[in-house]
């Protein structure tokens, strides 16, 4: 079999050398000011529990481009569900669909969004809320030692009867899927005494989430040499996951702020940190 190319990585001996430096950035990104210019701002938008759950949700399945395009968009869907996505949901008819006419954002299309709130409908009434929902999820994924999102994925769309298209927009990790946007909403959801992450669930510990991979995370993991996978995909999540529990076992996902930061925040790498220059 021939050898897989990868990126230089750093030895395992030496990555708690990055903890001071990360964690710094760490601080330096996750704080009141980054609230307004990220999605998660509709967490924070909501008194409601449920519209935190669900708004939450289509602001991080709609997390795909220009943060404020997002917001954007994100906010012109809760505006056509009255800003109240928990009653408009719940209550959904066919009479209500005309709110959705004509939505469009990147490649979600009015259809994909019907069809999305059929589901999170059926849920609602079956669980009472999401999280009953994501807990249920929780316990036969451990049950059946089967990856979170996979099994997710497979009960999110139990009973959809919608384009197979629609089913693109909730990823999956075992059709190799890195999960970014379903683990950047459990980021949100999960992670408690976060300035910035709501932490409205507590079905399951943020020693066990995994990472958002986006492009900007993984060009960053690999300069440190975190990530020697080449492409972007779920063994590249397992595999930085993996090196960002050694330098916090509990809270590995709060270096999403230091690997995304370091595109934003200007934050220069010390020289002697950077393991491979071109990526």
Same mark, same amino acid.
Request: aromatic share 10%; proline share 5%; glycine share 4%.
């Given at each position: 079999?021939?050898?897989?190319?990868?990126? #230089?990585?750093?030895?395992?001996? @030496?990555?708690?050398?990055?903890?001071?430096?990360?964690? +710094?950035?760490?601080?330096?990104?996750?704080?009141?000011? /980054?609230?307004?210019?990220?999605?998660?701002?509709?967490?924070?938008?909501?008194?409601?529990? &449920?519209?935190?759950?669900?708004?939450?949700?289509?602001?991080?399945?709609?997390?795909?481009?220009?943060?404020?395009?997002?917001?954007?968009?994100?906010?012109?869907?809760?505006?056509?569900?009255?800003?109240?996505?928990? =009653?408009?949901? %719940?209550?959904?008819?066919?009479?209500?669909?005309?709110?959705?006419?004509?939505?469009?954002?990147?490649?979600?299309?009015?259809?994909? &969004?019907?069809?999305?709130?059929?589901?999170?409908? @059926?849920?609602?009434? +079956?669980?009472?809320?999401?999280?009953?929902?994501?807990?249920?999820?929780? =316990?036969?994924?451990?049950?059946?030692?089967?990856?979170?999102?996979?099994?997710?994925?497979?009960?999110?769309?139990? /009973?959809?009867?919608?384009?197979? @298209?629609?089913?693109?927009? $909730?990823?999956?990790? +075992?059709?190799?899927?890195?999960?970014?946007?379903?683990?950047?909403?459990?980021?949100?959801?999960?992670?408690?005494?976060?300035?910035?992450?709501?932490? &409205?669930?507590?079905? !399951?510990?943020?020693?066990?989430?995994? $990472?958002?991979?986006?492009?900007?995370?993984?060009?960053?993991?690999? @300069?440190?040499?975190? *990530?020697? #996978?080449?492409?972007?995909?779920?063994?590249?999540?397992?595999?930085?996951? %993996?090196?960002? #529990? &050694?330098?916090?076992?509990?809270?590995?996902?709060?270096?999403? /702020?230091?690997?995304?930061? *370091?595109?934003?925040?200007?934050?220069?790498?010390?020289?002697? !940190?950077?393991?491979?220059?071109?990526?």
């Amino acid at each position: 079999m021939p050898k897989v190319s990868r990126h #230089r990585t750093i030895p395992l001996k @030496r990555i708690p050398e990055l903890k001071p430096f990360l964690d +710094e950035v760490v601080k330096l990104v996750e704080v009141p000011s /980054y609230i307004d210019s990220d999605p998660v701002l509709f967490l924070h938008a909501y008194d409601d529990l &449920i519209d935190k759950q669900l708004a939450g949700f289509f602001a991080a399945i709609m997390a795909w481009g220009r943060r404020d395009i997002v917001i954007a968009k994100v906010n012109e869907l809760m505006e056509r569900m009255n800003q109240r996505p928990g =009653e408009f949901i %719940r209550h959904y008819s066919d009479e209500k669909r005309a709110a959705l006419r004509g939505f469009k954002h990147r490649t979600f299309t009015e259809e994909d &969004i019907h069809h999305l709130v059929l589901n999170l409908s @059926r849920i609602l009434t +079956e669980f009472g809320d999401f999280e009953a929902f994501w807990k249920s999820v929780y =316990e036969q994924s451990k049950a059946q030692n089967r990856e979170l999102i996979a099994t997710f994925h497979e009960r999110f769309f139990e /009973y959809h009867t919608g384009p197979h @298209r629609t089913k693109k927009h $909730i990823a999956s990790s +075992e059709k190799g899927s890195s999960c970014k946007r379903l683990y950047l909403y459990l980021r949100w959801t999960v992670r408690q005494n976060s300035i910035v992450d709501p932490g &409205i669930y507590t079905f !399951m510990p943020a020693s066990e989430l995994m $990472i958002p991979l986006d492009v900007h995370v993984a060009r960053h993991a690999r @300069r440190l040499g975190l *990530l020697g #996978r080449k492409q972007n995909d779920w063994k590249a999540v397992e595999e930085l996951t %993996r090196k960002l #529990r &050694i330098l916090d076992p509990l809270d590995p996902a709060k270096y999403d /702020y230091a690997l995304f930061g *370091l595109g934003v925040a200007d934050v220069k790498v010390p020289e002697e !940190m950077i393991i491979t220059r071109r990526v």
